[in-house]
């Protein structure tokens, strides 16, 4: 009987180690996965769903900016790392804020998608600009225009516009 006591004993020991380690090991895991930033349940919060409200958004600050007349406000809303020929997009940018001045944008997104971690919008684009100088005629166009956005982990930041003679 002593034996039989002994034996179930050590089982109970083992198990409640086994529990013991295991609960061990979920805290340094949780621990070392906060410290790196990897939070699994934080997943979903590093990519949202791009949303209608999102296009919104970006749409207006896109409105903003271009009516500011500042070509270094409105390209902050891209992501020049992400965006393929940001440089000439910059550039392109730049020279139809040298000839344009005050702008007036309204803009009806017509669809927006997700696709992973980016998100799409399509917008129908109206902007009146003004010719700074008297040899430019001024600008009306409405053009459909497209844009993809990325997570930046702060903000929905676009990394591509098209078409890009918009700004031609």
């Known amino acids: 009987m002593r034996i039989l006591l002994q034996s179930r004993f050590r089982m109970f020991v083992c198990i409640i180690a086994s529990l ?3 609960i061990v090991l979920t805290g340094v895991a949780n621990i070392a996965g906060a410290q790196e930033g990897k939070n699994p349940a934080r997943n979903d919060a590093e990519h949202p769903t791009f949303t209608e ?3 919104a958004r970006v749409m207006d600050s896109l409105r903003q900016a271009m009516e500011s007349e500042n070509s270094r406000r409105f390209l902050k809303l891209f992501d020049a790392k992400k965006m393929p020929g940001f440089a000439a997009f910059r550039d392109q ?3 139809f804020y040298e000839r344009y001045g005050p702008m007036h944008m ?3 997104v017509t669809q927006v998608t997700t696709d992973g971690e980016f ?3 399509v917008a129908e684009i ?3 600009a003004a010719a700074k100088q008297s040899t430019t005629a001024s600008v009306r166009r409405t053009v459909p225009v497209r844009l993809v956005l990325g997570w930046d982990g702060k903000a929905w ?3 591509d516009w098209s078409p890009r ?3 031609q």
């Open 119 to 121: 998100g799409a919008a």
């Open 20 to 22: 013991g380690l295991a």
């Open 126 to 128: 109206t902007l009146d």
């Open 93 to 95: 940018v730049s020279v």
């Open 53 to 55: 409200a999102d296009a």
């Open 165 to 167: 003679v918009f700004f």
């Open 106 to 108: 309204t803009y009806q």
């Open 157 to 159: 930041r676009i990394v």
